[in-house]
């Protein structure tokens, strides 16, 4: 197989590497950046211990050979990278932040399920990289949130329960998903509270009748689905409900893609989708 070699692009595309490369969204973000003008990729990084190293990143994603070829070490690639978009693992985004903060370079993470040390050391790497940083890279989500927040604004804790039902493919390995505690985070704005504290992740045999402006969440894994996410606003005698579906991974990547170009040439420091998207 064969396609554009990575090195033909224009000078001034902006140079992306894919950490994680041989992953579920790597390989999308891998398609996804050889579909959009502007930007290309010049390097794949995965763990040293993946099967995939040495094997050519475009093949693997089904785009045929484009002369990048996947390896376990950051740095030299980073070194001559412009960005780097990161969905692996809480642990290695942190160590990523690091590299990509001395480099000097854009940094998108979709990594979900951060820690709040975790997020803290995001936040210190932001001091010197340009961070975009979302449990959700997609355009419907991040304008779902956007509503969720206007109508926990609008209707009142003590007339209606805020309740959020997620669903995922098996292989998922965090719960709630980084999307359903971003839906969270924005009813709690509209709300005027912080999640934490107010959040009700987990309920199991007598828990006791709900706590008024109380935030649940509800967690269903199976299959194949991509992402699922109800927010529903439960009152007396009637209920809304906000949902969005994702049916491909391509929604994201098409997403970080875009996160990274806008980043490019952008004073340090940490952004969301929602910068990226113009709903701050
Ligand atoms: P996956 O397990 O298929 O892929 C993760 C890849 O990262 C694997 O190939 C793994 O080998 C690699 N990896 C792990 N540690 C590494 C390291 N130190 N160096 C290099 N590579 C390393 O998982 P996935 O379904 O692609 O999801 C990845 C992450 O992205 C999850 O946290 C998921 O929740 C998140 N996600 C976010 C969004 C979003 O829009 N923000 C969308 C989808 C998935």
Redesign the pocket.
Known sequence: MSATPATDGPANDMGLVV??????????LIRAIHSISGARVIGA??????P?LGKDAGELAGIGIINVPIS?D?LPVFAKADGVL????????V??AGYAAQARIVHV?????CSTDDNARIAAAARHATIV??????LG?NLLAVLVEQAARALDADDFDIEILEM??K????AP???ALLLGEAAAAGRGIELSGNDVRVRDGHTGVRKTGSIGFATLRGGSV??DHSVMLAGTGERITLSHH?ED?A???R??VKAALWARGKKPGLYS?RDVLGLS
């Open positions: 950490v994680g490369a041989a992953g579920r969204m790597g390989q999308t990084v995965e763990r040293a211990d993946s995939h376990d950051p990161d969905f692996t693992t809480p642990a290695s985004t160590e990523f993470i979709g990594t979900t399920g940083k979302s449990g959700n890279m997609s989500v995922h493919h292989h998922k390995v965090d998903s980084g999307t991509v992402g994702a991974r929604i994201f990547a997403g970080a989708m």
